[in-house]
């Protein structure tokens, strides 16, 4: 099956700085989604980005299929950004429906 | 319109046991699919519900086993638990139309420990 790799694994940042995170996947895909899981286990949908660049205040996507790859931008970091992000890629299945790969996350911790 | 509802939020069994996870989805929403988190594995998926039939399987033993019913409402069950068994496990709803573009939506999960 696919595999889908994060990088890096930790990430400890100082409040407002910028980071990037980046997801590797092993096969083409229909669609990915990025997820942001919160303390309490809650993943939270960021975006949804087959290809191209989204924004959404201070976090950005940019999916790249061609070369397998997606990067996740956060800039002014804050406390409440810590957390573990996953990206997932969505694969459509042959009974109909989809499933969700995930990577295995980058835990991002924001300190003051 | 509110989100997706897992209950229980936290569950203790013993090995042996059975447990059953109960997730209701979005309104409007046919399609609840189910994960698995654990620190080793990470998210994996267990199966998916559309229109009260399971239409995918993921690559878990036969003690799990799901159900949806006529309101799209969906349970899970784990028989006989083994300490393996412990984790956080996740639905999530959609649509359920085919297409990659069919978004899941997650709840908040149900953490399981099996003792």
């Known amino acids: 099956g696919i595999q889908v790799e994060q990088s890096p694994p930790d990430l400890i940042l100082q409040e407002g700085a910028n980071s990037t995170l980046r997801c590797n996947f092993s096969?083409?895909?229909?669609?990915l989604q990025w997820f942001h899981q919160n303390p309490w286990g809650q993943l939270i949908n960021l975006f949804y980005?087959?290809?191209g660049t989204k924004q959404n205040g201070r976090l950005s996507a940019t999916t790249v299929a061609t070369e397998r790859y997606s990067l996740l931008y956060i800039s002014s970091s804050q406390t409440t950004d810590s957390g573990v992000y996953f990206c997932?890629?969505?694969?459509?299945?042959?009974?109909?429906?989809?499933?969700?790969?995930f990577g295995t996350g980058t835990q991002l911790k924001v300190e003051l | 319109k509110a989100g997706v509802t897992q209950t229980p939020r936290y569950l203790i069994k013993t090995r042996g046991q059975q447990v059953t996870l109960s997730c209701s989805p979005i309104?409007?929403?046919?399609?609840v699919s189910w994960y698995q988190q654990t620190p080793g594995q990470g998210l994996q998926f267990l199966f998916e519900?559309?229109?009260?039939?399971?239409?995918n399987k993921g690559n878990f033993p036969g003690r799990f086993s799901g159900r949806q019913f006529s309101n799209s409402r969906s349970e899970m069950n784990v028989s006989t638990l083994e300490l393996g068994d412990s984790a956080l496990y996740l639905c999530?709803?959609?649509?359920?139309?085919?297409?990659?573009?069919?978004?899941?939506?997650f709840g908040p999960g149900t953490r399981l420990t099996v003792l």
């Open positions: 997932a890629v969505v694969t459509t299945l042959t009974g109909g429906g989809n499933k969700l790969t």
């Open positions: 980005i087959p290809s």
């Open positions: 309104s409007g929403h046919r399609s």
């Open positions: 999530a709803s959609s649509l359920g139309f085919s297409g990659s573009s069919d978004t899941q939506y």
């Open positions: 096969d083409s895909v229909n669609n």
């Open positions: 519900y559309f229109s009260e039939t399971q239409r």
